[in-house]
């Protein structure tokens, strides 16, 4: 997966090119913030559960963001959003550390990769179970056995959203346009990431640039939003 998200990044480069000091919110074991510090920005990187293999990522609690008002020049997340329970909440933290004048960047799943990745489902159990034969099961946990099955006919949620199906629309451009109009941006930009790929590790070894190409036919998997202080 960090080729195809390396793919989608370098998409925002040029927007980010005259923002040096950067938030970057879910930074995880900071490779992201590492590529933005070698593009030449000042990086401070936060997370609920750094591992700060790559760069220095703070821990922080999820909502509040330990940085006094107007202090970056612009925020960035990639594939996180769609994890947060209050994000509303966490987007009006960012709207309040961001300067006037400066821009957030949020790269979040698309529609397409939600359906994509539902349909991927069942090539995956099929995958699965031809390289793992099920083990002898008896009467006393034949029950449990037997729901076990029928939840891995169900694709799991990606993020926060009560199921899979309510993600086609929370992954909508509509979704988040409400979101951060909400939350005091004005959306300037947003354009897709560019790039193909499901939640299962099908074709792993297709290239990025067939994965570019494929996006434009069957949809790219990540859209990129710009926004600044409405």
């Avoid at 899979?164 to 409400?178: G, I, N």
């Avoid at 939350?183 to 790039?195: H, K, Q, S, T, Y």
Wanted: proline share 6%; aromatic share 10%.
């Amino acid at each position: 997966m960090t080729r195809l998200r390396s793919a989608e990044i370098e998409r925002v480069r040029s927007v980010l090119a005259e923002h040096r000091n950067i938030l970057e919110i879910g930074g995880g074991n900071g490779w992201q913030a590492h590529v933005l510090s070698e593009w030449g920005h000042k990086v401070s990187s936060v997370d609920i559960e750094p591992s700060s293999i790559y760069f220095p990522v703070m821990q922080y609690d999820g909502t509040h963001l330990p940085f006094a008002s107007g202090h970056f020049d612009a925020i960035f997340s990639s594939h996180v959003l769609e994890h947060v329970e209050n994000v509303r909440e966490l987007l009006r933290e960012s709207q309040r550390v961001m300067a006037r004048g400066g821009i957030a960047v949020h790269i979040v799943p698309t529609p397409f990769w939600r359906a994509w990745t539902l349909l991927a489902h069942y090539p995956h159990i099929v995958r699965r179970l031809s390289h793992k034969a099920p083990p002898a099961s008896s009467a006393g946990d034949s029950a449990p056995r037997a729901r076990s099955r029928l939840r891995s006919l169900i694709s799991a949620t990606h993020g926060v959203s009560r199921s899979p199906f309510h993600e086609l629309y929370d992954f909508s451009s509509q979704r988040w346009r409400k979101d951060f109009a909400a939350c005091g941006f004005r959306l300037i930009a947003e354009f897709p990431a560019g790039v193909f790929y499901t939640g299962y590790a099908l074709l792993p070894g297709l290239p990025i640039a067939a994965r570019q190409r494929l996006a434009r036919i069957a949809g790219s998997s990540g859209r990129v939003y710009v926004s600044t202080k409405a």
